[in-house]
T-cell receptor
Framework: DTAVSQTPKYLVTQMGNDKSIKCEQNLGHDTMYWYKQDSKKFLKIMFSYNNKELIINETVPNRFSPKSPDKAHLNLHINSLELGDSAVYFC?????????????FGNGTRLTVT | GDSVTQMEGPVTLSEEAFLTINCTYTATGYPSLFWYVQYPGEGLQLLLKATKADDKGSNKGFEATYRKETTSFHLEKGSVQVSDSAVYFCALGTYNQGGKLIFGQGTELSVKP
């Protein structure tokens, strides 16, 4: 059973489009995250939710909007896609705050904006 | 603010060579320290962790010791295998940052047969 699953695995789209990435975890964790990994492998946190409540919101353009319908799901919607949004997006979860509890990552969604 | 610095990659080693990947950190308070590994095409997974000074984390032959006096958490393995080829991330976590994990820039390791 996949612990943290993301869909789709690959997403190719044109500038200006709107797209969503879905994430689900079956670990019973309370906290979920979205990370962005650029082409140099640098990882940057975007958002974190704890029990459906937003607790971390880094400096991310308003075009990115997370939504957590329940504590097992955290989706990411991106409006008006730009070339610079091309990256690999990782969903992750943890049983407590990621500062002390290990993060469990999905396998990523590779977004390519043309 | 809190930060993590790793040695630049890529690091290329022959099989059975000794591995060290340096990691130093800057933090207020008492952070936990982690090493995560990312194999090609996959997400990150926890390799080992240490929660207080002088703790040693170990897993799959990898070790790292939390050194508060040198603010370091270097990753070592005595004999690497081709299957260890991956990107390794050092990370620190404190409540100072709202509970988030701060990652280093990653170090790519390539092991040749």
């Amino acid at each position: 059973d996949t612990a943290v699953s993301q869909t789709p695995k690959y997403l190719v789209t044109q500038m200006g489009n709107d797209k969503s990435i879905k994430c689900e975890q079956n670990l019973g964790h309370d906290t979920m995250y979205w990370y962005k990994q650029d082409s140099k492998k640098f990882l940057k946190i975007m958002f974190s939710y704890n029990n459906k409540e937003l607790i971390i919101n880094e400096t991310v353009p308003n075009r990115f909007s997370p939504k957590s319908p329940d504590k097992a799901h955290l989706n990411l919607h991106i409006n008006s896609l730009e070339l610079g949004d091309s990256a690999v997006y990782f969903c992750a979860s943890s049983s407590g705050t990621g500062a002390y509890s290990p993060l469990h990552f999905g396998n990523g969604t590779r977004l390519t904006v043309t | 603010g809190d930060s993590v610095t790793q040695m630049e990659g890529p690091v290329t080693l022959s099989e059975e060579a000794f591995l060290t990947i340096n990691c130093t950190y800057t933090a207020t308070g008492y952070p936990s320290l982690f090493w995560y590994v990312q194999y090609p095409g996959e997400g990150l997974q926890l390799l080992l962790k240490a929660t207080k000074a002088d703790d040693k984390g170990s897993n799959k032959g990898f070790e790292a010791t939390y050194r508060k006096e040198t603010t370091s958490f270097h990753l070592e393995k005595g004999s690497v295998q081709v299957s260890d080829s991956a990107v390794y991330f050092c990370a620190l976590g404190t409540y100072n940052q709202g509970g988030k994990l701060i990652f280093g820039q990653g170090t790519e390791l390539s092991v040749k047969p």
